[in-house]
C-alpha cells in the first residue's frame, strides 16, 4: 500500500474507485487496488458501463449467449451491468464484512431517464437490489427534486443508497431530510437500521468548471482571482452542513436505534483543469466520516505523490462561505450555476445511457 492512501484512510477518508469493467474483474486489477491503493470501494455510472462495453471484448461471450436467447435489449443491459456489479460485490465481500458494512461497496444507478419520475425510480431500486442480490450493493438515486421521496422509499425497503448528483447545499439538506425520513419509516417497518448504510454524493470539479468559465468571462483581476476555489469550498461547507445535521436530536433518536451517519462522498474528483493539481480534490478534502471516489488517473496521481497533513475541511468554514460570497458578489449566480449542472449531469447521463443501448444493440445484432 502507498504512503499516501495509507495515510488518507487513516484519516478516516474512504477511497472508492470510480470505474468497474469485467476486464478488471477478470485480470484481478480490481483486488490489486485494494491490496496496492487502499481501495475500499466502487462506484459505476451509465457513463463508466457505456466505455466499458464499448472497448472490451469481455463481454463478447454474454452477448453471444443473450442474442442467442432471444434477450430484449434493455433486459440484456440489466443483465450485464448486474452480473458485473455482482461480482464486484463478491471481490469487496471481506472489506463489507470487516467493515461492519461501512465500506467494501459498490455502487449501481437508476436508469438515469426515470430521474424526474418518482415511482418508477423506485420500483427500478428495488429491482436492481433483488437482481444484484447482495448485501453489499448500494442502489444510486439522482438527487434531483423528484428523486428525494424515492430515496426515502428506498433506504425505508432496507436498501443501501448513494445519492448521487449533489450540488447545492440547499438540495444537500434535502438530501440528508429524505434520508432520515427513510431510516424513520424503516425503523417503523421493523428494519435492522444497523444494516443500512448511504452515502451522499457531493460533486466537486464540475462546479469549478462552470464557474471558472464564468469568472473568465467576466475577465476582472478581482474574478480571475477567485477561479478554482469555487468546488473546494462549494464541498467544505456541505461538510459544515453534515456536521450539523448529524448532530441534532432527530439524529441522536435514529442512532440511538442503531443508524449510521450518511457519509458526505466526494464525487467528480478528477480535475479538468490541467493547470491544477490532478489530486487538489483528495488532499483538499481530508476529513473523518468521508468517502473519495477517485477515476484511475487521480487515484495514481495521488498515490505517487499526495500529501496528507491532517484535516483540511473543519476549520475553513468562515473562508468557504466568503469565498462564495465573492462569487456571487462579482456576478457568478451560485442558484444559477447548481441549476445548470443538475440539468446538464442528467443529460450527460442519458445520453451515456443511450449510447450503452446502442453499444449493446449492435453487439447483439452482430453476435
Known amino acids: 500500500m502507498t504512503t499516501s492512501t495509507q495515510k488518507i484512510s487513516d484519516a478516516g477518508v474512504s477511497l472508492w474507485f470510480d470505474d468497474l469493467s469485467r476486464e478488471r474483474l477478470t485480470t484481478g486489477n480490481l483486488q490489486e487496488l485494494i491490496k496496492d491503493k487502499n481501495v475500499v470501494g466502487v462506484t459505476t455510472n451509465p457513463t463508466i458501463f457505456a466505455g466499458a462495453l464499448s472497448n472490451g471484448e469481455a463481454y463478447a461471450e454474454q452477448v453471444k449467449e443473450l442474442a442467442a436467447a432471444g434477450t430484449d435489449l434493455e433486459d440484456a443491459v440489466f443483465e450485464i451491468m448486474t452480473d458485473d456489479v455482482r461480482e464486484a460485490c463478491d471481490v469487496f465481500a471481506p472489506i463489507f464484512n470487516s467493515t461492519q458494512g461501512r465500506d467494501g461497496r459498490v455502487s449501481i444507478e437508476v436508469d438515469p431517464r426515470l430521474a424526474r419520475k418518482s415511482e418508477d425510480t423506485a420500483t427500478m431500486a428495488k429491482k436492481l437490489a433483488a437482481q444484484v442480490d447482495r448485501e453489499n450493493v448500494m442502489i444510486?438515486?439522482?438527487?434531483?427534486?423528484?428523486?428525494?421521496?424515492?430515496?426515502?422509499?428506498?433506504?425505508?425497503?432496507?436498501?443501501?443508497?448513494?445519492?448521487?448528483?449533489?450540488?447545492?447545499?440547499?438540495?444537500?439538506?434535502?438530501?440528508?431530510?429524505?434520508?432520515?425520513?427513510g431510516l424513520e419509516q424503516a425503523l417503523e417497518n421493523g428494519k435492522d437500521l444497523s444494516k443500512i448504510h448511504s452515502v451522499a454524493s457531493f460533486f466537486i470539479s464540475r462546479v469549478d468548471s462552470e464557474v471558472d468559465a464564468q469568472l473568465e468571462k467576466i475577465g476582472t483581476e478581482e474574478a480571475k482571482a477567485l477561479k478554482s476555489k469555487a468546488g473546494l469550498a462549494n464541498a467544505r461547507l456541505a461538510y459544515q452542513v453534515f456536521e450539523e445535521e448529524f448532530s441534532s436530536e432527530r439524529w441522536e433518536r435514529l442512532a440511538a436505534a442503531g443508524a449510521n451517519v450518511q457519509r458526505p462522498l466526494w464525487a467528480s474528483t478528477g480535475t479538468k483543469d490541467p493547470s491544477l493539481p490532478a489530486d487538489l480534490y483528495v488532499s483538499g478534502l481530508v476529513a473523518e466520516n468521508t468517502v473519495n471516489t477517485v477515476p484511475e488517473k487521480t487515484l495514481n496521481a495521488f498515490a505517487e505523490s499526495g500529501e496528507v497533513t491532517g484535516d483540511t475541511v473543519t476549520g475553513t468554514y468562515d473562508e468557504s462561505e466568503k469565498i462564495l460570497n465573492d462569487i456571487e458578489a462579482v456576478g457568478v449566480s451560485y442558484n444559477q450555476v447548481v441549476k445548470k449542472l443538475e440539468d446538464e449531469g442528467l443529460e450527460k447521463f442519458e445520453a451515456s445511457w443511450d449510447e450503452l443501448l446502442e453499444t449493446v444493440r449492435s453487439a447483439l445484432a452482430s453476435a
Not at 436498501?159 to 431530510?177: D, H, M, P
Open 140 to 181: 444510486k438515486i439522482p438527487a434531483t427534486e423528484e428523486g428525494l421521496q424515492p430515496i426515502a422509499d428506498t433506504l425505508a425497503e432496507g436498501i443501501s443508497v448513494n445519492v448521487t448528483l449533489i450540488f447545492s447545499l440547499e438540495r444537500y439538506r434535502a438530501v440528508i431530510n429524505a434520508f432520515m425520513r
